[in-house]
């Protein structure tokens, strides 16, 4: 038992936690050991063995390795951070984890705040396309009616020299002379100043590098792509797609390379680290011991109604901000007789009930 405890005690001084914090791992590590079976709990520990937490330090540490392969190679850096933007994987208008990860990335890769973009990528490509559509639109009826008042203006200047001993009619002439260019001057500011937003904001931007911390399934990012082909596919959008993330393991990763073959999007894919399947032959556990090691797992979930998710991957990670749905299910999830190393925090919305008062607010501001 005390080399046990030796053995977990030491596991926990490797991760870069606060004394608090480990103190906390120790004691669910002990709780582990009294509800658990020597053979249950010596399996756990050897899966904690090869668990990976990244703390702000070590995911700083992560991005800036990523950040440098990737651009190592680059003769002119600059001019690819220039005509690059950098974005978290995000899908929804909320904080979420790759929001608080991309802080680290940035700040740790000197990247200026210029060239980032905090919504979700699909809305800036969306926003991409419609300025496309809209200011094709408002360059040829900008056209169109620079034609026609340099028409009507020719024509003002011709009856100008026609009628140019007759004061009246010349002063007429030349304030609607006047009036013309000045609507032409203006116009042109206007389009000017479009087209340098659109531009600076849009048509230099060759690459968009998105930031994540973990690929399990790579189903979500799978729905990402999708969402992106629909939207660049048959557009004059010419841009190409990195994503840049810690750990991605790799059935996801080749489930990713198979969608992106498919959709034919300019799309890389890096990472820092491959994650692994705790359960597969040969990673963790010998190929002769690994059914014996599946049912174990399979026992302690069934005894402490632990139920997999969708997205498991048997994955032992976590960061300083949360700990990924792929992970091996007891590790981050909890029950009424189970605790979890590395708990997984869910961001269900909680529903508020507007009161009849506040309601009535409402339609009073709306109706001022």
Not at 92 to 120: P, Q, Y
Not at 206 to 233: H, Q, R
Request: neutral net charge; proline residues 1%.
């Amino acid at each position: 038992m005390l080399n046990q405890l030796k053995s977990f005690y030491e596991l926990v001084q490797l991760w870069d936690l606060e004394q608090e914090e480990k103190d906390q791992k120790i004691e669910i590590f002990q709780m582990w050991e009294k509800i658990l079976k020597e053979d249950e709990f010596e399996t756990i520990l050897k899966i904690c063995n090869n668990f990976s937490y990244y703390s702000y330090k070590l995911t700083a540490e992560a991005y800036k390795t990523i950040f440098d392969k990737n651009t190592c190679n680059i003769d002119k850096v600059e001019k690819f951070i220039e005509s690059s933007l950098f974005f978290p994987l995000r899908k929804k208008e909320r904080v979420e984890s790759a929001v608080d990860m991309f802080s680290s990335f940035r700040l740790v890769n000197n990247i200026d705040a210029n060239r980032t973009k905090m919504v979700c990528p699909t809305e800036y490509l969306n926003q991409y396309k419609k300025s496309i559509v809209d200011l094709k639109q408002f360059v040829n009826e900008n056209d169109e009616k620079n034609i026609e008042d340099k028409e009507t203006i020719q024509n003002l200047n011709n009856q100008l020299i026609l009628n140019k001993k007759n004061k009246i009619i010349s002063t007429k002439l030349k304030k609607r002379i006047n009036f013309l260019q000045n609507n032409l001057a203006k116009r042109e500011n206007s389009l000017n100043k479009n087209i340098e937003n659109f531009s600076e904001n849009y048509l230099t931007v060759k690459n968009m590098i998105i930031i994540d911390d973990f690929i399990g399934t790579g189903n979500s990012v799978i729905s990402f792509l999708e969402k992106i082909s629909n939207i660049i596919m048959g557009s004059d959008i010419e841009i190409k797609i990195y994503l840049w993330v810690i750990e991605a393991s790799e059935s996801g990763i080749k489930a990713i390379e198979k969608i992106v073959e498919e959709l034919g999007i300019d799309f890389n894919i890096s990472f820092y680290k491959e994650s692994i399947d705790v359960l597969e032959e040969d990673k963790v556990f010998s190929t002769e011991n690994i059914s014996g090691v599946r049912e174990i797992i399979k026992n302690i979930n069934k005894q402490n109604k632990l139920r997999p998710s969708k997205y498991c991957k048997n994955h032992a990670i976590a960061s300083f901000v949360n700990a990924p749905n792929n992970n091996l299910t007891l590790l981050s999830e909890e029950s009424s007789t189970w605790t979890a190393l590395f708990l997984r925090t869910k961001r269900n919305k909680v529903e508020r009930k507007i009161s009849s008062t506040a309601l009535k607010e409402a339609y009073e501001f709306l109706r001022q």
